[in-house]
């Protein structure tokens, strides 16, 4: 089959119709071969029947009234039986009356007339369209020891001879017909001699030669003792026996065929001889005991059918070849469009909208396809139309954000260490905008020498509206610090600032602090905005316990609180967005406050830059390649305490 | 001188016709052609009787004219006969002579229908046997005399029909010829019962070659050539069976003799198997005298013949 797959549609087509005619035809001779082979069988057989009877009767016919004739004569040549000079006469007389008759015999018993001497036998027969008379009998051709008359003569009954070539007498090829006569002298029947009718045997030859059935079927007849009387082939007559052929062709069967015919039965049966199936009918001469068969070939009987089949085959054979031929033909003419239809497809896939489509002029499923196809490609027109326009207009706006980006990244002050003049403080922070923009915010500077401020904040909403609330946020923070030491009040003028005209409600998680680098102390207010984490140099770790109040941008005029704490030497703060400990993996597991505490936990050694890298690892480790969410900001301050 | 000349050319004449006349030979079988004669017609067909520069006319007896009769009217210079023919006719005063003996063997049967209820020969006794008219009837009668079976014998040609119509109780047969004819018309064996001489003490050899003593005397030369070529014959035959067959069958056809492959192939394989010594004391050809003096006997008890044979004087080996 795999074979076939690759084989063109016409060919697959062709090849599954041609296997179905082959079968279809295959099972129609076979029951055209068995019904006519049984019919024919039955015929051939009847008419071998038909034959075999009609050819008995034929030549039955006229051995039985060769007999009547003899039976006939019988009685004048008893009455005459003392004028032994008449007998030639009569001799004559039955040829001349029976033209079928070639020879005629009186033949009396030794001595039966004193003046005639041993042999005396007056015999007449025929010899070049005349009649010739002569006396039978002498030293060399010692009648009485003929089986014409010594069986007659033993039995004391009419005998029909083996066939023979008389060499004495007619000296041809013919059996002879004997009938005891006698001689009634005082009242007391006594044997006399044999008369006799010799027959010549072409007449059989004729009769029998002329039965023929099928090609080389022929008739034939056997004597009493198994003797071939007539036969096509001319070698075997009076040369074989039935007996002897059946033995010379090996061939036991035939021996028994002749032993039925011996015993006078009718018979119909098979016998192989040289290879060859034979049927032979036989029948019985009943006035000779001869038994005539009629012997045909099996194999000719079927040949007819066999040509009949052969000639079918070889139809049908040129048929599928033209049917093949056209079929394929068909099929491929019928699916041509379709390799127009292949070749615009790929004209298609490679851009070209605007390729000719085949024309089909049939209103069947390729028309279908074709007003498919054609369908196809104005819709896939107007989409690629369309999807030009979009992409560029996302690529625009691609562009614009890249740019937006840029401008947001550039507000941030990403340039670390920060204050390299500044020992009492380090500081590291970075932003991770979840998408090409952000509304996460840090920001850090110096208020005057001694006092660092920074912040960190989380606007609501993403994108582009967060990054641009954001930008006010961090604008407003640098434009309002510098002039106050407090974060509250700084907090509280970035809540009316925001506040106002805040129609779109959006608001800022916002911690900031102010520390003291000369003493430690730190200002700090936390609008809404997750609790930092603190690390003091005991490298004990916790969250700030602080107020927590609302976002700003909500409500104007909120007052918010401002916490004060001293940092001792090399307490570390970080400060992160809820991007961190809500950031979720492929189960939808958070990052949580617990995990971002536990990787902070025991790193009093490490610089703000180390604590940030290992947090954002952490992180990475926890989402596993899931997609980022929330825009994710840390920030980390060491204080370092004053320089001695 | 010219009494010389004459004389001279009288002997020389006399010498060259006589010479012609030798070279010239008719050989008659003493039935018509069969394979019982093949190693004859193998040594005329295959040219061992020329290489001998014999020129040898096989000549058949007619079915009324038998072959001793041939031979004492001098058709035929060399015939086959049977033993007890031929000691027949020389007690008949045939001067004739046994050159050499072909068969060792008998090969005489009667045969009945086993329907007929003979079993034993004795049972024979009263009843009618078909014997050839044409000869080889000595055996089987001296055979029913010696038991004094009383039997009608009834002369026939050389046919079976007579016993296959039921005409006779028992037929004379050779085993190598009617009684294959017999299976052959349809009998078969074991619808039969045989009776072979050579099992009631009368294996009296058979088929052997004689000529008339005068023919001895004069042409012992050629006689010596034309049995020496006639036993190369048997023997080709007897190496060469198909191409033998093929020669008798031919022969046969050409005598217009009912016959067939079968029934000589049969015959021919017989006659072999008879011309082979066997148990019995002498070479392949040769006369035994033992066998001799036994079918001297025979006849001489059965009163065929009254006068005394002896056994040099009738048997003259013309190979030794």
Redesign the interface.
């Known amino acids: 089959m795999a074979s076939v797959s690759k084989k063109s549609l016409a060919t697959r087509i062709v090849y599954y119709v041609a296997a179905f005619c082959v079968f279809l035809f295959l099972i129609s001779l076979s029951v055209f071969y068995f019904f006519s082979k049984q019919s024919i069988e039955e015929k051939t057989i009847e008419n071998a029947r038909e034959l075999t009877q009609n050819t008995v009767l034929k030549t039955e016919q006229v051995l039985i009234s060769s007999g009547k004739i003899l039976n006939n004569y019988r009685w004048l040549i008893e009455k005459n039986i003392q004028h032994p000079d008449s007998m030639q006469n009569y001799t004559r007389r039955v040829l001349e009356m029976n033209p079928e008759i070639i020879g005629c015999a009186i033949a009396f018993k030794p001595d039966f007339f004193a003046e005639k001497g041993y042999y005396f036998s007056p015999f007449t027969y025929r010899s070049n369209d005349s009649l010739v008379s002569t006396q039978l009998g002498n030293?060399?051709?010692?009648y009485f020891?003929?089986?014409w008359y010594?069986?007659p003569a033993?039995?004391k009954k009419p005998?029909w001879?083996?066939p023979y070539?008389d060499?004495g007498g007619g000296n041809a090829l013919m059996t002879t017909y004997s009938m005891p006569f006698y001689t009634n002298p005082k009242g007391k029947k006594e044997f006399a001699g044999i008369l006799t009718i010799d027959l010549s045997l072409e007449w059989f030859t004729d009769i029998v030669s002329s039965v023929k059935i099928l090609e080389t079927g022929y008739a034939s007849v056997i004597s009493?003792?198994?003797?071939f009387v007539t036969h096509p082939d001319t070698?075997i007559i009076?040369?074989?026996?039935?007996?002897?052929?059946a033995?010379?062709m090996n061939c036991p069967e035939l021996?028994k065929i002749?032993?039925n015919m011996?015993a006078g039965k009718t018979g119909f049966e098979d016998v192989i001889i040289n290879n060859q199936e034979l049927i032979v009918s036989y029948k019985p001469l009943k006035a000779s005991n001869w038994t005539l068969a009629v012997v045909f070939s099996r194999d000719e009987m079927y040949a007819p059918l066999r040509q009949i089949s052969l000639v079918l085959v070889i139809i049908v054979i040129i048929g599928m070849t033209l049917m093949i031929i056209v079929v394929k033909k068909v099929v491929e003419n019928q699916i041509a469009p379709l390799k127009s239809f292949a070749h615009s497809t790929r004209e298609i896939a490679e851009g070209n909208f605007n390729t000719v489509l085949p024309v089909i002029k049939t209103k069947d499923e390729m028309k279908e396809l074709h007003d498919a196809f054609e369908h196809m490609q104005t819709d896939l027109k107007t989409y690629i139309k369309n999807l030009k326009e979009t992409t560029s207009a996302k690529e625009k706006i691609e562009s614009e954000l890249r740019i937006a980006r840029e401008i947001q990244m550039g507000m941030i002050p990403k340039i670390f260490p920060p204050f390299p003049d500044t020992p009492e403080i380090d500081l590291y922070a970075m932003l991770e905008p979840a998408k090409e923009v952000g509304g996460d915010l840090y920001d850090f500077f110096m208020i005057d020498d001694t006092h660092l401020c920074y912040a960190i904040g989380d606007v609501s909403g993403k994108g582009v509206p967060a990054s641009l609330f954001m930008a006010v946020t961090r604008t407003l923070l640098r434009s309002v610090a510098p002039n106050q030491r407090s974060t509250k009040a700084i907090v509280n003028k970035l809540n009316n600032a925001l506040a106002v005209g805040n129609d779109s409600s959006m608001f800022v998680t916002f911690f900031m602090g102010i520390i003291n680098l000369k003493t430690g102390e730190m200002n700090y207010t936390n609008a809404g905005h997750n609790p930092p984490i603190i690390i003091n140099g005991d490298n004990k770790t916790e969250y700030f316990e602080i107020t927590q109040d609302i976002p700003i941008g909500l409500f104007e005029d909120f007052d918010f609180t401002e916490n004060t704490r001293i940092l001792s030497k090399n307490d570390r703060l970080f400060l992160y967005t809820d991007g961190i400990t809500e950031a979720e993996n492929w189960d939808e597991v958070l990052y949580s406050d617990e995990r971002l505490l536990e990787c902070i936990t025991g790193i009093n050694s490490l610089e703000p830059s180390e604590i940030v890298i290992k947090v954002a690892r952490d992180v990475v480790i926890h989402v596993n390649d899931c997609q980022q969410s929330d825009d994710l900001t840390m920030m980390s301050i060491i204080y370092k305490g004053l320089k001695k | 001188m010219k009494h010389k000349t004459f004389l001279l050319v009288t002997i020389i004449l006399a010498g060259y016709f006589a010479n012609a006349q030798q070279s010239s030979l008719t050989f008659t079988p003493h039935w018509l052609p069969q394979a019982q004669f093949a190693g004859y017609y193998v040594a005329r067909d295959k040219g061992f009787y020329n290489d001998e520069g014999l020129r040898v006319n096989i000549k058949h007896p007619?079915?009324?004219?038998n072959a001793t009769q041939m031979l004492e009217n001098k058709m035929a210079d060399v015939v086959s006969l049977f033993l007890v023919t031929a000691l027949k006719s020389r007690a008949n005063n045939l001067k004739l002579v046994n050159i050499a003996q072909q068969s060792q063997h008998s090969a005489l049967m009667f045969v009945t229908h086993k329907k007929s209820g003979i079993e034993q020969l004795k049972q024979l006794n009263g009843k009618r046997i078909a014997i050839w008219?044409s000869g080889f009837d000595e055996v089987p009668k001296a055979l029913m005399q010696t038991n004094n079976y009383n039997v009608e014998w009834?002369?026939?040609?050389s046919?079976?029909?007579?016993f296959?119509?039921?005409?006779?109780d028992a037929m004379t047969v050779m085993w190598y010829n009617e009684y294959d004819q017999i299976?052959?018309?349809?009998k078969?064996p074991d619808e039969l019962n045989t009776f072979r001489f050579s099992d009631y003490g009368y294996n009296i050899p058979e088929d052997g070659l004689y000529c008339l003593e005068s023919t001895y005397l004069q042409r012992k030369n050629n006689l010596r050539k034309f049995v020496k070529a006639t036993i190369n014959g048997w023997e080709y035959a007897r190496k060469h069976p198909e191409e033998a067959l093929d020669v008798v069958l031919k022969e046969m056809?050409k005598a217009?003799v009912?016959?067939?492959?079968?029934?000589q192939k049969w015959m021919l394989q017989c006659i072999l198997e008879l011309n082979l010594p066997g148990n019995k004391n002498v070479e392949k050809g040769e006369l035994s005298e033992t066998d001799f003096h036994k079918t001297l006997n025979l006849l001489k008890n059965g009163s065929y013949i009254n006068t005394n044979i002896t056994f040099d004087k009738f048997y003259k080996p013309v190979l030794k």
Request: aromatic content about 10%; overall charge neutral; charged content about 20%.
């Open positions: 030293k060399e051709y010692d020891l003929m089986d010594q069986i033993t039995l005998y001879s083996e070539y060499t009493r003792n198994g003797t070698d009076m040369n074989q026996t039935i007996f002897s052929y033995a010379e021996r002749g032993r011996q | 007619s079915a009324s004219v008219k009834v002369p026939i040609l046919s079976i029909n007579l296959m119509a039921g005409g006779v299976i052959n018309a349809g078969n056809k217009h009912p016959t067939n492959y079968t029934h």
